[in-house]
């Protein structure tokens, strides 16, 4: 099946430093990906929607500014959350999909950040 | 717009039989999903079901009805290592959006 690598898989930042975050199709070409945010105990929200070579399509509510979305390569896009902050402070996943089964989504398997 | 309810917990006995609801409103529809959560780890996908009925999966087993906006996901001889969250979800354009997760606590 379809692996999505996501790193690193837990993250510890003072406050105003920025995180990057990777996600990585592994033996497949990701037409697109998807980054989530998950608060404790709440469900997956969507944050943006990136497609390779494109820039990245934000939710409502989610500043483009704050959360830089990279995805250069059909195997490849990177979550930066700049200038962090506590409230930041979440699990994060990234998702792709296959170019022929876009209603199938593969997992990353998350990353912790803990902003100080 | 796309409006998905589960309900927020649930619990019940190992060895039992479960079932999840999940009602959704959407302007168009191309199927829904359910994956299964454990804290702190991604989702994992569980069923999806296009066409109205009962598709089982060993254990699991998910029901749609598309004219009622309905979908159930049941789960039988419950184990332990079912305790974890079971997300509905239902494609939008071009996204995959969740439901807010129903959390099942097994009791021994």
């Known amino acids: 099946g379809a692996v999505v690598s996501q790193h690193p898989s837990r993250v510890i930042c003072k406050s105003g430093t920025s995180v990057k975050i990777e996600c990585r199709s592994l033996d497949f070409q990701a037409t697109t990906m998807f980054w989530y945010r998950q608060f404790p105990k709440q469900s997956l929200m969507l944050m943006a929607t990136s497609n390779e070579g494109s820039k990245a399509t934000y939710e409502q509510g989610v500043e483009k500014d704050k959360f830089l979305i990279n995805h250069a390569s059909l195997t490849l896009s990177t979550l930066t959350v700049t200038s962090a902050h506590p409230e930041d402070s979440s699990f994060y996943i990234c998702?792709?999909?296959?170019?022929?089964?876009?209603?199938?989504?593969?997992f990353g398997s998350g990353t912790q950040l803990s902003v100080l | 717009g796309q409006n998905i309810d589960q309900p927020t917990e649930m619990t019940a006995t190992e060895g039992a039989i479960v079932q999840i609801n999940c009602t959704y409103q959407t302007s168009g529809f191309n199927g829904l999903f359910w994956y299964q959560q454990h804290a702190g780890e991604a989702p994992t996908f569980l069923s999806y079901?296009?066409?109205?009925g009962l598709e089982e999966k060993g254990r699991f087993s998910s029901f749609l009805s598309r004219s009622k906006g309905y979908s159930y996901l049941l789960l039988k001889e419950l184990q332990m290592k079912d305790s974890a969250s079971y997300l509905c979800a239902v494609p939008r354009d071009d996204k995959i959006i969740f439901g807010k997760g129903t959390r099942l606590h097994i009791l021994p």
């Open positions: 998702s792709a999909s296959l170019r022929d089964r876009a209603e199938k989504l593969f």
């Open positions: 079901n296009v066409l109205d």
